[in-house]
């Protein structure tokens, strides 16, 4: 029996709007073209790992009480994905607003809503799971509580540090695989030095 990959974390639902350009400071631009799509580091990461096959996948993920649970659900279910949900009366379901410029350029405010609500005792059972899969849009207590229960579970910890900032030693010391990119990594290491001063 294979084991299977559990994701802790972050589901948004993205707003894009397309514009000649990212507005400057106060500046108004108009779009041409609005959407919406299923997005969160998170929930992201589960729909890449389900698709890429081979072992199960699933999600621990907190969404409000609204229709913008909705359409993050269907897709990481049609990607899948099984879902262990937290549900928040309080909060509603994350989202991002991204203004996407002709030029490939963006500008993204996410506001977490549900994120926030992730906790330490909401990480279901790591019984036959081999990797948990981590990221940075949830409160770092509570990745760092999840990254430290799988460590002594003996489950493999993957995180990719995103957004970037800088992360407590504890949460490094329990994590087997680190994903960044160089901003993330001169965030980490606290150094603006370049690629080989951060990893000295």
Do not use: W, Y
């Not at 709007?17 to 106060?26: D, K, L, Q």
């Amino acid at each position: 029996m294979s084991r299977s990959v559990l994701v802790a974390g972050s589901a948004n639902l993205d707003f894009v709007v397309r514009a000649s350009h990212v507005p400057a400071p106060g500046e108004t631009v108009l779009g041409r073209g609005f959407a919406t799509f299923p997005g969160g580091k998170g929930a992201n990461q589960a729909v890449a790992a389900a698709r890429a096959g081979g072992v199960p996948v699933r999600m621990l993920l907190a969404l409000g009480q609204d229709a913008s649970a909705a359409p993050i659900e269907d897709s990481l279910r049609s990607a899948g994905v099984q879902l262990h949900v937290v549900r928040s009366d309080s909060e509603p379901t994350g989202c991002a607003f991204i203004c996407l410029s002709d030029d490939a350029e963006n500008a993204i405010t996410v506001a977490p809503g549900a994120n926030n609500a992730l906790r330490d005792e909401h990480l279901p059972s790591l019984a036959g799971v081999s990797h948990l899969l981590l990221q940075l849009e949830t409160p770092i207590d509570t990745v760092t509580a999840h990254a430290r229960r799988a460590r002594a579970a003996g489950v493999k910890v993957v995180l990719n540090a995103a957004p970037a900032r800088s992360l407590p030693a504890e949460l490094l010391d329990a994590t087997d695989i680190l994903v960044v990119n160089e901003g993330e990594l001169a965030a980490i290491a606290g150094t603006n030095d370049g690629v080989e001063a951060a990893l000295a």
